[in-house]
T-cell receptor, first 116, second 116 residues
Framework: AQTVTQSQPEMSVQEAETVTLSCTYDTSENNYYLFWYKQPPSRQMILVIRQEAYKQQNATENRFSVNFQKAAKSFSLKISDSQLGDTAMYFCAFMKPRNQGGKLIFGQGTELSVKP | GAVVSQHPSRVICKSGTSVKIECRSLDFQATTMFWYRQFPKQSLMLMATSNEGSKATYEQGVEKDKFLINHASLTLSTLTVTSAHPEDSSFYIC????????????FGPGTRLTVT
């Protein structure tokens, strides 16, 4: 079975600084997807960034980028120029393709606080 | 973008009664819907997967007779908590996938259930 581990329950960063959230996963699959979701106090789940395992290039979305190390099964999220609105719970998630179930498996979450 | 709604956003019910939560895809056809449960400061736990017109597939440890899931149309899935007890109090979130992309799940805003 697949597992996702986030080893940092809480992190804080100063506004405008850079922070990296860690995520490791365990799978024997070769084809899968990885995601970072943000859950602000409203509790609405928001997709931050996604990575297809077959792509070697790391995904980037504006201030958010990932460091995907497939062999090490590591998928960290870097937030640059942190903003107060980035304060939220961040979840790393693993998913097999839809034709193999398509279920999201979430890590435990990292609570990020951005301080002014 | 794809929008998923949930109704109600909050519900309080007495112990022993049943409560229904609706999940709707507003602007796309949801071939698959997922139901999650989230306790405070914890991650999302998948309860069940439902495909339109088929019986739901429940995760291990989830009581099928207690959490009834119906996915009768391509835009609506319902979760009924039967004979609710205080330990069923939680935040329930649904998500849906359409036919266009193989990986994208769209999340509803969640429903807070309190059983007194």
């Amino acid at each position: 079975a697949q597992t996702v581990t986030q080893s940092q329950p809480e992190m804080s960063v100063q506004e405008a600084e850079t922070v990296t959230l860690s995520c490791t996963y365990d799978t024997s699959e070769n084809n899968y997807y990885l995601f970072w979701y943000k859950q602000p106090p409203s509790r609405q789940m928001i997709l931050v960034i996604r990575q297809e395992a077959y792509k070697q290039q790391n995904a980037t979305e504006n201030r958010f980028s990932v460091n995907f190390q497939k062999a090490a099964k590591s998928f960290s999220l870097k937030i640059s120029d942190s903003q107060l609105g980035d304060t939220a719970m961040y979840f790393c998630a693993f998913m097999k393709p839809r034709n193999q179930g398509g279920k999201l498996i979430f890590g435990q979450g990292t609570e990020l606080s951005v301080k002014p | 973008g794809a929008v998923v709604s949930q109704h109600p956003s909050r519900v309080i019910c007495k112990s022993g009664t049943s409560v229904k939560i609706e999940c709707r895809s507003l602007d796309f056809q949801a071939t698959t819907m997922f139901w999650y449960r989230q306790f405070p400061k914890q991650s999302l736990m998948l309860m069940a997967t439902s495909n339109e017109g088929s019986k739901a597939t429940y995760e291990q440890g989830v009581e099928k007779d207690k959490f009834l899931i119906n996915h009768a149309s391509l835009t609506l899935s319902t979760l009924t908590v039967t004979s609710a007890h205080p330990e069923d109090s939680s935040f329930y979130i649904c998500s849906a996938t359409g036919t266009t992309y193989s990986y994208e799940q769209y999340f509803g805003p969640g429903t807070r259930l309190t059983v007194t």
